[in-house]
């Protein structure tokens, strides 16, 4: 079974810095789909942004970024210019792309903080 | 707004009573998924569907079961309630695609006292 390891259970970044948020999982699969997620204290869960494993090329998605390591099993996410609009939990997730319709496996959150 | 409707948004309860959880996935979604976040936890899958058929199942409870209409909604049922089932209970819904994400809905808060 996949688990997905979140080593950070709390950050904090000042407004309009970066700040790198760590994700590592473990699976013996070869080709798969991770996430970030992001649950504001509204709870709603919100997409951030998506990486396919055999795409060398990482992510981005305006200030969003990630950092695949594939041998390292390594999914980072880097925020820049950083807003008070980003504080919320973020779940890294892991899906299996070898079973049609997998679920999601989660992290257990980072809570970033943002301070003006 | 993602598109999957979760009813109601909290639900308030005694202890040993049955409760009904209800969603509607996003249209053109065949996949339906049910998570619980307890509270400052992450979200643990409970169960999903794909077309009305159970495809795969994980930490759920034999005092929950579920199931998915031929309209593809779907209804979580809850029963014997205890204390530790106060939770957020999530419902979300995909494409068949791997590469499809996860679109969740609002969450129903459960509070069972």
């Known amino acids: 079974a996949q688990t997905v390891t979140q080593s950070q259970p709390e950050m904090s970044v000042q407004e309009a810095e970066t700040v790198t948020l760590s994700c590592t999982y473990d699976t013996s699969e070869s080709d798969y789909y991770l996430f970030w997620y992001k649950q504001p204290p509204s709870r709603q869960m919100i997409l951030v942004i998506r990486?396919?494993?055999?795409?060398?090329q990482n992510a981005t998605e305006n200030r969003f970024s990630v950092n695949f390591q594939k041998a390292a099993k390594s999914f980072s996410l880097k925020i820049s210019d950083s807003q008070l609009g980003d504080a919320a939990m973020y779940f890294c997730?892991?899906?299996?792309?070898?079973?049609?319709?997998?679920?999601?496996?989660f992290g257990e959150g980072t809570q970033l903080t943002v301070n003006p | 707004d993602s598109g999957v409707t979760q009813t109601p948004k909290h639900l308030i309860t005694a202890t040993g009573q049955r409760v009904t959880l209800r969603c509607s996935p996003r249209s053109g979604d065949l996949s339906v998924y049910w998570y619980q976040q307890s509270l400052d936890q992450g979200l643990q899958f409970l169960i999903q569907y794909y077309n009305g058929e159970e495809r795969a199942k994980g930490n759920i409870l034999e005092r929950f079961s579920a199931q998915q209409f031929p309209d593809l909604h779907s209804e979580l049922n809850l029963s014997s309630l205890e204390l530790g089932d106060s939770a957020l209970y999530f419902c979300?819904?995909?494409?068949?695609?791997?590469?499809?994400?996860?679109?969740f809905g609002n969450g129903t808060r459960l509070t069972v006292t």
């Open positions: 979300a819904s995909s494409l068949e695609a791997a590469n499809s994400p996860l679109h």
């Open positions: 990486q396919e494993a055999y795409k060398q």
């Open positions: 997730a892991y899906r299996s792309r070898e079973t049609s319709g997998s679920r999601l496996t």
